[in-house]
């Protein structure tokens, strides 16, 4: 998947201290997609998704 970083919400922690969660918001040419990391994936995907960017992605999990 080809897509743009179209915008990008800062690093949350879960009250209980016990998380994280972080979400931005891709274009690509059928519309817009919400994605979310948790956990480890925020520390390993929020410093390389820059807004503007584009950015190509392979084997990813796609959950509804």
């Not at 080809?2 to 009250?15: Q, T, Y």
């Not at 059928?30 to 190509?56: H, K, S």
Request: proline share 5%.
């Amino acid at each position: 998947i080809r897509v743009r970083v179209a915008h990008k919400k800062p690093i949350r922690r879960f009250s209980n201290g016990e998380g994280q969660v972080f979400s931005c918001d891709f274009i690509d040419e059928t519309g817009e997609i919400r994605a979310t990391a948790f956990g480890p994936d925020c520390d390993r995907f929020e410093p390389i998704l820059v807004v503007g960017n584009v950015q190509q992605f392979f084997f990813i999990k796609i959950q509804f």
